[in-house]
């Protein structure tokens, strides 16, 4: 299985910073990444696809970068609805295997 | 918009098998080039794939669960199900699922709790 791994596991910011997670994979998967927001008690959300696609509806502020091994998820200007967990997904290959989450907390 | 809706027992007893069937609505499960999948998060924890059907029945299985997962469809009903056998306290968790279009998981439902105890 190709692990994903995310840091850092939790990062405390205020609204209007500047945020960026960081997702290494044990090896190669191209651009088959994605991001998802997940909220206490709520299913996750997709947020970016193919490493940089933004879905449709989710804000500017967030953005996706990298291939290869290394990706990184960047809100640009935290907002309170941002408050939440995040976690980054490979589908380079079987199983699909996620990140451990990075928890966004409030500063 | 296509809705998924997970249902089923929310408590099962050790070594018995976990049922769960997840109604997708506001689209047909055969039409467009997609899979339906299961994916568990047990409390506090992070998220596990469990595997994907296409509506052909064509199956995708994690091979950590492989040997005690079976996920079929009805395409009639517009559902697919999921079987877990031999379950033990590990296997609680939040049960989710979702339209899988191989490369990323998306919509999912809203997630149901199940807990193995006697």
């Known amino acids: 299985d190709i692990q994903m791994t995310q840091s850092p596991s939790s990062v405390s910011a205020s609204v209007g910073d500047r945020v960026t997670i960081t997702c290494r994979a044990s090896?190669?998967?191209?651009?088959?990444l994605a991001w998802y927001q997940q909220k206490p008690g709520k299913a996750p959300k997709l947020l970016i696809y193919a490493a940089s696609s933004l879905q449709s509806g989710v804000p500017s502020r967030f953005s996706g970068s990298g291939s290869g091994t290394d990706f990184t998820l960047t809100i640009s200007s935290l907002q309170s609805e941002d408050f939440a967990t995040y976690y980054c997904?490979?589908?380079?290959?079987?199983?699909?295997?996620f990140g451990g989450g990075t928890k966004v907390e409030i500063k | 918009q296509v809705q998924l809706q997970e249902s089923g027992p929310g408590l099962v007893k050790p070594s018995q098998t976990l049922s769960l069937t997840c109604t997708v609505s506001?689209?047909?499960?055969?039409?467009?080039?997609?899979?339906w999948s299961w994916i568990r998060q047990p409390a506090g924890k992070g998220l596990e794939w469990i595997g994907r059907i296409y509506a052909s029945g064509n199956t995708n299985y994690n091979p950590s669960l492989k040997s005690r997962v079976t996920i079929s469809v009805d395409t009639s009903k517009n559902q697919f199900s999921l079987k877990l056998s031999s379950v033990t306290a590990a296997d609680t968790a939040v049960y989710y699922c979702?339209?899988?279009?191989?490369?990323?998981?998306?919509?999912w439902g809203q997630g149901t709790l199940v807990t193995v105890s006697s």
């Open positions: 997904q490979q589908a380079n290959s079987f199983p699909l295997t």
């Open positions: 979702a339209r899988d279009i191989g490369t990323v998981v998306d919509p």
């Open positions: 090896q190669g998967i191209s651009s088959w």
């Open positions: 506001g689209g047909s499960i055969s039409s467009g080039s997609y899979y």
